[in-house]
């Protein structure tokens, strides 16, 4: 199926997510019969198209957690009968059920900066874990759910295998509350972009970027990454600012970005 066929399906379904979706209706707007159109849709997705509707009314009622409604009526908004029904969905999408969800969100819409006080004791700088899910969702990745976020940390595992990702958290008192990673793209590259570089509010300026940069480069002391390079925008001179302190000159500039790089 050509691409734009299937960017074409996706577009109906998303125009038309809250109402009664037929595979039918789906088909003839790409102009396919229903039987084409349904095997070359999983053939270019690996997702049946009703399992592709399924999956992103749960995705998008995300965003009506926080408009008053009660859980069941945001299901019911989303073709489910029951309760549990989306209940169950939701949490075979997301890793969580609606009710943690939504605590979640109200936690970090209303969230007020803190002050922490903590002392190098209390630090410990390591390469990422599948565990630290629960803690990378609550401090770190928290516009992502729990299910995003396994992908995102099983993906950097793998590639740390593989030699092209390098990915460490800094965890106080038991809990992570930031991360930074390198990644390459292959194991032969020579350079490294820095990425997932983010440390929740109440620990920054502390010196976490520092100690979970120093550890990432001692990850890679036996490969032969010889320059870690990033991107940031022009106008954000906080971001620019931050990364020279850390040891990154600015080599040119490019539209809207600035380039930099540091050689290790």
Same mark, same amino acid.
């Not at 349904?38 to 592709?52: D, L, N, Q």
């Not at 609606?98 to 803190?114: I, L």
């Given at each position: 199926?050509?691409? $734009?066929?299937v960017? !074409?399906? !996706? ?14 209706d789906?088909?003839?707007s ?10 070359? /849709?999983?053939k ?9 509707? &399924?999956? $992103?009314? #749960? ?5 009506k ?5 009660? #859980? ?12 549990t029904?989306f209940t169950?969905? /939701? ?19 209303n969230?007020?900066?803190g002050? =922490? #006080?903590?002392?190098?004791?209390s ?10 899910v629960?803690?990378?969702? $609550?401090? =770190? /990745? ?5 299910d ?5 940390i099983?993906?950097?595992l +793998? ?8 990915? =460490? ?5 038991? =809990?992570?509350v ?5 990644? &390459?793209?292959? !194991? ?11 440390i ?18 001692? *990850?890679?002391? +036996? ?16 971001e ?7 040891? /990154?000159?600015?080599?040119?500039k490019?539209g809207?970005?600035?380039?930099? *790089?540091?050689? #290790?």
């Amino acid at each position: 199926m050509e691409i $734009e066929i299937v960017s !074409k399906a !996706k577009s109906y379904i998303m125009q038309n997510l809250n109402t009664h979706l037929t595979l039918d209706d789906i088909a003839k707007s790409c102009g396919y019969s229903t039987y084409h159109f349904s095997r070359e /849709f999983h053939k270019a997705t690996g997702s049946s198209v009703m399992e592709y509707i &399924r999956k $992103e009314r #749960i995705m998008d009622s995300r965003k009506k957690m926080l408009f008053g409604k009660s #859980i069941y009526e945001v299901a019911l908004n989303y073709g489910f009968d029951t309760h549990t029904a989306f209940t169950n969905a /939701f949490y075979r999408y997301t890793g969580c059920n609606p009710s943690e969800y939504r605590k979640h969100e109200e936690k970090h819409t209303n969230y007020r900066k803190g002050e =922490v #006080i903590m002392n190098d004791s209390s630090i410990v700088i390591r390469m990422i874990e599948i565990t630290d899910v629960n803690d990378m969702w $609550e401090n =770190v /990745f928290s516009r992502n759910t729990p299910d995003e976020i396994k992908e995102r940390i099983q993906r950097d595992l +793998d590639g740390y295998d593989d030699k092209t990702n390098f990915h =460490v958290v800094a965890e106080v008192n038991g =809990v992570v509350v930031g991360t930074l990673g390198l990644q &390459r793209f292959n !194991k032969y590259s020579r350079y490294a972009n820095l990425c997932d570089f983010v440390i929740h509010p109440d620990y920054q300026g502390k010196g976490l970027a520092r100690k979970m940069l120093g550890k990432v480069k001692e *990850m890679i002391k +036996d490969t032969n990454i010889e320059t870690l390079q990033l991107q940031t925008y022009v106008d954000n001179e906080e971001e620019k600012n931050k990364y020279i302190t850390l040891g /990154f000159s600015e080599v040119f500039k490019s539209g809207t970005l600035n380039y930099f *790089m540091m050689a #290790i």
